[in-house]
């Protein structure tokens, strides 16, 4: 790793650590100790690391005198990085702060935050973008992560999240591999890939998938053999889906394993397809439609492209002035919707209306488009003041249950759990919701929606502490995503099982560990509805509810959550005026699956600056979630339990 800022130091933690100068030459750290405080730092990411606990973690036994030892390992530390530094005037790489040290250094300083960089980055570009950013990548690895401290206590989460992403990338860049049809060159790096780590069932897949395509197809049922045997024998478990389902499709032979085949098939019908059905027309637009679903639930570029077409879609149907067609048009695109803000207002705004307008027009009888255009807009006007889609959400229920239409009612429930926010402390009604969408999907196959009642499940449960129940509902929509290739599902369950760890109370740096390498599979989701601004504001949660300053960079995007995070940041600051300024302005939050969460950050708040005015509204919103655990419904982060925020605002009032 050599490509750094000019005249500074360039670390190496993936492997020995190890500092470059601007020369590109090697860095004399001294002893192991003093590149222990280096690598402690480093593993810190800029925050402050308060001098008793670099003692504690350089020393098992402390021995008379450490502190001034320590001192001294940073001084030495500090003459080597920065050899030509004046005399008296302030170090620029490990700074001092209060009664700690951090490192500071840009994001391209350090080969790990290079390397996470260049994997968020993969996660949303093209395959051939990706094999040459995770090549990249992966070419900073010396060795393990931090090798010289395995058996650090300090140096152990970091190294295991350092580890699982690297594991990843590895399989993401074999996926790439094959993607761009270089079989061949992807399976002797997948082979070493399994034998180094047996347990990887997406690495046994993917070499299988690379032996098959290479019509190998004995050797790829070998393969998923010898990966039951081991999993068998080793860990008393059978494969997964994942695996099955690979085996038994290899066993016939389908179609959909060869990539070519596939292109070649999709291409001649839609050649096809084109030739036939002029543009324009209205099958050409209801099939469009089908297109534009199936794209979306594909999740990334997909999903985008989806949203970016289907406004001129609804357009084009309204401008040829028939209602019933238009009312196809948007109401068949029954994409299941699992997060209460919308990934682009604007255009929501616009399909309501649309809606609307068709519904106005729409003769009498026609209950089943009715009911889906009312659907529509109850999943449209997601997260608005005033719940205008509550009461469409009801009557689409309604209609749909009296025609006996699974897909319909399917539907229609999705509409009304995105309107299950109107007050706060409605996990139970949820978790009802979600239960009916499992029990009438699996009797219909109706996958996406059975991986959307299991996810409503897992949020509204884990608002309600039962994160066992919660856990089993995460494990089968994996299954079920896995086997239906419904990737989106997995943003969320990851996040949950952060999430669950941080409900336990867990400690806090490792709790934001855990949300940032759950943030590297939001870039490329397609979903800036859930991406923008929930890793700090996760983070935030995290350090509100534990008592921690609210320290965040300058460049924080706090997104739509800024107006809740400003009163915080300004406290941690020491302005005090200025936080009960910023409290007095907090407007209420959205109804929506973080309205707990926001609601107890405005009570900690407003006890903060002695608002008792704005404690009295915090009050009377989460007298209702009095039994929930405050964010943990939206399986994404969380405050604390409710009941702990209303006994801080009952002592202050």
């Known amino acids: 790793m050599r490509d750094h800022t000019v005249g500074s130091p360039v670390f190496g933690v993936l492997g020995p650590v190890v500092g470059w100068n601007n020369s590109g030459d090697l860095i004399d750290l001294k002893g192991p100790r003093h590149r222990a405080v280096l690598a402690r730092l480093i593993v ?94 992966l070419e900073l690895w010396r060795g393990p992560a931090y090798a010289d401290y395995t058996e650090e206590p300090w140096a152990r989460s970091e190294r295991s999240r350092l580890e699982e992403l690297h594991l990843t990338a590895v399989e993401r860049l074999a996926s790439a591999q094959l993607d761009l049809g270089q079989t061949t060159e992807a399976i002797p790096d997948l082979d070493a890939h399994v034998t180094e780590h047996p347990w990887r069932e997406d690495g046994w897949r993917l070499l299988a998938l690379a032996l098959y395509r290479s ?21 008393g478990i059978d494969p997964g889906p994942r695996l099955t389902d690979l085996e038994s499709d290899i066993l016939r032979r389908e179609g959909h394993l060869d990539t070519g085949a596939a292109e070649q098939i999709f291409s001649q019908v839609s050649a096809a397809y084109d030739r036939t059905v002029a543009a324009g027309s209205k099958s050409r637009l209801e099939s469009t439609v089908g297109l534009l679903r199936s794209l979306a639930v594909a999740g990334g570029s997909g999903l985008e492209t989806a949203r970016n077409q289907r406004l001129a879609i609804i ?7 028939d209602v019933e067609l238009t009312a196809r048009i948007i109401g068949n695109y029954d994409v299941p919707a699992i997060w209460t803000r919308s990934d682009d207002p604007g255009q929501a705004a616009q399909i309501v209306e649309a809606a609307q307008r068709t519904i106005d027009r729409l003769p009498d009888g026609n209950d089943l488009a009715r009911a889906r255009l009312l659907a529509t807009i109850a999943l449209e006007s997601r997260g608005l003041a005033g719940d205008p889609g509550l009461e469409p959400a009801r009557a689409a229920v309604q209609i749909a249950r009296s025609l006996d239409d699974p897909g319909l009612l399917a539907f229609t429930l ?100 855990l949300y940032e390498a759950a943030a590297v599979c939001l870039p490329g989701s397609g979903m800036p509805g859930l991406e923008d601004g929930i890793l700090p504001l996760a983070i935030l949660a ?76 915090a009050r009377a919103a989460l007298m209702s979630a009095e039994d929930e655990i405050a964010g943990a419904g939206s399986g994404m982060l969380t405050v604390g339990r409710v009941s702990d925020h209303l006994a801080g605002l009952n002592e202050h009032t």
Not at 215 to 235: F, N, P, S, T, Y
Not at 315 to 321: N, T
Request: glycine share 6%.
């Open 414 to 513: 999705n509409g009304l759990f995105i309107q299950s926010f109107w007050r706060t402390g409605l996990a139970p009604e949820r978790d009802a919701i979600g239960g009916e969408l499992i029990t009438l999907s699996a009797r219909h196959d109706l996958a996406t929606f059975e991986i959307l009642g299991h996810l409503v499940r897992m949020q509204a449960l884990g608002a309600l502490g039962q994160f066992d129940a919660a856990e089993q509902h995460a494990d089968a929509v994996d299954r079920l995503a896995g086997r239906h290739e419904r990737p989106l599902a997995a943003v969320f369950t990851t996040w949950f099982r952060a999430m669950r760890i941080a409900a336990t109370g867990a400690d806090v740096s490792h709790c934001e560990e």
């Open 542 to 617: 995290l350090r509100v509810w534990h008592g921690v300053p609210a320290a965040f960079d300058a460049d924080t995007n706090w997104g739509q959550y800024e107006p809740w995070a400003r009163p915080h940041l300004l406290l941690a600051q020491g302005k005090v005026n200025e936080a009960a300024e910023a409290v007095r302005a907090l407007p209420n939050p959205p109804n929506d699956l973080l309205s707990e969460a926001l609601w107890c950050l405005i009570a900690a708040a407003s006890v903060a600056v002695g608002d008792r005015q704005v404690m009295e509204r």
């Open 315 to 321: 357009s084009a149907a309204e401008q040829l002035d």
């Open 44 to 137: 810190a990411r800029g925050r402050v690391v308060p001098v008793d606990v670099i003692v504690d973690d350089l020393w098992v036994d402390r021995p008379a005198g450490a502190t001034s030892a320590l001192r001294t390992f940073v001084s030495a530390l500090r003459r080597a990085l920065e050899p030509g530094r004046p005399p008296r005037t302030k170090p620029k790489v490990i700074v001092t702060e209060g009664r700690g040290y951090a490192i500071q250094a840009a994001p391209e300083a350090v080969d790990a935050w290079k390397f996470e960089s260049l994997v968020r980055e993969a996660a949303d570009s093209s395959p051939a973008q990706t094999l040459e950013l995770l090549r990249t990548a």
């Open 215 to 235: 019509d190998r197809q004995g050797d790829a049922l070998a393969v998923l053999r010898r990966a039951r045997k081991l999993l068998a024998e080793e860990l």
